[in-house]
């Protein structure tokens, strides 16, 4: 920092410093009124969660017991998607599989963004060699293929949906770390900022206080694209074999399942949890599009 800058607020005792407010929620959602994609998706995700969690209490199946005299039964009376091959009902089970693919995009998710938003933002503000030394180990950490160790470790240790959060999390918030670090350093020069410097405010209260809240519009747009990538790598995970076990099931399961039994066109199987899933990542990305400009309003 220049001497110019050390001595801005201080120079201009005449203009009162005004700590701009983070988009309040009412804000945003006027906002997103007006952006018609965004609507659209927020629809969507609406009926995602309601089919999910509403749906059990309204069609009640059995998803516990195999019963192997009616697998693979095609769509009919009873069973309006079909049952998959150890006799469970299809529609049951993606609303089973809905709820906990949701839960752990939800849980990686606010996992790595709470970890990112405070390593970048801990870089932003400290700048110099700090800054670039917490910046270079992040750098060489998104070089290592992420599902590469993914796989390792659930293979490695059971996976139930709180470990395969975590481990989602845990290699997902570098990106976070560079989008909340770009955003401080351009927070970090505002003039509120620098007379809180200037009135002896602590790293922490400067961080927390002014920094994140002013950088929420990006964080929040984050966590939406962060759900959508969690929710992907889950079903990526339970296609390929290292995904939840029985009695637990994921999208990602289903679809592997149903894959096996393509030659029979069992196609049930496939379809309405593959439709599931891509229009579960279809909602949640346009519904980040239209948060990013309802609520990525920068401080002026």
């Known amino acids: 920092m220049t001497a110019a800058d050390r001595t801005a607020p201080a120079d201009r005792t005449d203009e009162p410093v005004v700590i701009p407010e983070p988009t309040s929620a009412r804000a945003a959602l006027r906002r997103l009124k007006h952006h018609p994609l965004g609507l659209v998706g927020f629809g969507m995700l609406l009926l995602i969660v309601a089919f999910c969690y509403l749906g059990p209490l309204f069609w009640k199946t059995n998803q516990t017991d195999v019963n192997l005299l009616d697998a693979a039964l095609p769509p009919g009376p009873g069973h309006p998607l079909g049952t998959d091959t150890n006799g469970f009902d299809v529609l049951g089970r993606l609303m089973e599989g809905g709820q906990v693919s949701l839960q752990i995009g939800l849980l990686a998710a606010l996992f ?43 293979a490695r240790f059971h996976a139930n949906a709180w470990t395969l959060a975590l481990v989602i999390g845990a290699f997902s918030w570098l990106i976070s770390a560079r989008l909340v670090r770009g955003e401080v350093l351009t927070l970090r020069v505002r003039e509120y900022v620098l007379a809180a410097k200037v009135m002896g405010a602590s790293r922490r209260r400067i961080i927390l206080t002014h920094l994140i809240p002013n950088a929420m519009g990006v964080i929040i747009v984050n966590i939406t694209f962060q759900v959508a990538d969690a929710v992907l790598v889950v079903a990526a995970l339970g296609f390929l074999g290292f995904g ?23 196609w049930w199987l496939i379809y309405p949890v593959g439709g599931c899933i891509i229009l579960t990542v279809l909602a949640l990305n346009l519904l980040a599009d239209a948060l990013r400009d309802a609520v990525g309003r920068k401080a002026d």
């Open 112 to 154: 790595a963004t709470t970890i990112g938003t405070l390593y970048g933002a801990v870089a932003g503000l400290a700048g110099g060699v700090v800054d670039g030394f917490m910046m270079r180990l992040v750098d060489v950490l998104l070089s290592v293929p992420f599902l590469f160790f993914v796989l390792i470790l659930s």
């Open 244 to 266: 939840l076990t029985y009695p637990t099931t994921d999208w990602g399961s289903q679809l592997a399942s149903g894959v096996t039994y393509i030659s029979a066109d069992y």
